[in-house]
């Protein structure tokens, strides 16, 4: 299967960080304090402590689109998970502790949100303009590849963040292409009963139903 073009990736990437920007926001593009310690999906973090996994994430992006590469690459869109088993070592568990003491030196005055935003919007704008491969997490991904995973991410965890609260709509295409990863870590298809939303929610182990394809 031939991964989808840099620009469709980071396009979609865009629009899911800025579903994300929606969900977060109040008057003043801030979390209020009561807001930061919703609960969310992922059963180690609240929205405050998953809004921080993100800006490490959009972190570890622009670091790998600065350090580009000419070797080939060694994991494709669905290779590239295949570390990241929930069922293998601690499942997480210090990465998890890690965030939730780093996210407890930020006041609740909107910084960590600001920061995200600000960071998450840089890595786009590096990510459309990238031309060779990159490297991150020990493996080497074309930029088509590489914006595949950060769009898998973000769409999984915008579905964390809302936790089947009220909020403005995942993009149907984001879910259709985190599907369409999910089945090819799979190596067949999700149940056809299943709309996009739901198929995910199970293949990620936020519902039961399905192996957890990746945490």
């Known amino acids: 299967m031939t991964t989808p073009p840099l620009g469709a990736g980071a396009d979609l990437l865009h629009e899911v960080n800025w579903t994300i920007e ?11 304090g009561e807001a930061l310690r919703l ?22 992006a622009l670091v790998a689109l600065a350090m580009t590469t000419d070797d080939q690459a060694s994991v494709d ?15 997480g568990a210090a990465h998890a502790r890690f965030v939730q003491r780093a996210t407890a030196a930020y006041d609740e005055n909107g910084g960590l949100t600001a920061l995200w935003r600000l960071t998450t919007h840089a890595a786009v704008r590096a990510l459309r303009a990238a031309e060779r491969n990159v490297t991150t ?16 991410e973000a769409t999984v965890h915008l579905l964390d963040l809302q936790a089947g609260r009220p909020g403005p709509a995942v993009p149907p295409a984001a879910l259709a292409w985190t599907r369409r990863v999910l089945e ?14 739901e198929a995910v929610l199970r293949a990620t182990g936020r519902r039961d139903g399905w192996r957890a394809l990746l945490g």
């Not at 929606?22 to 209020?32: A, K, P, S």
């Not at 996994?53 to 570890?60: E, I, K, N, V, Y």
């Open 184 to 197: 090819g870590i799979e190596g067949g298809p999700l149940p056809v009963e299943w709309d996009d939303a």
């Open 39 to 60: 609960p969310t999906l992922t059963s180690e973090w609240n929205a405050g402590e998953l809004v921080f996994h993100l800006l490490l994430d959009a972190q570890r």
């Open 77 to 91: 869109e669905y290779t590239y998970w295949a570390a990241y088993r929930p069922d293998v070592g601690d499942g």
């Open 137 to 152: 997490q020990g493996e080497v991904l074309t930029p088509a590849d590489f914006a595949s995973t950060l769009l898998v």
């Open 22 to 32: 929606l969900t977060l926001r109040q008057e003043n593009e801030r979390l209020r």
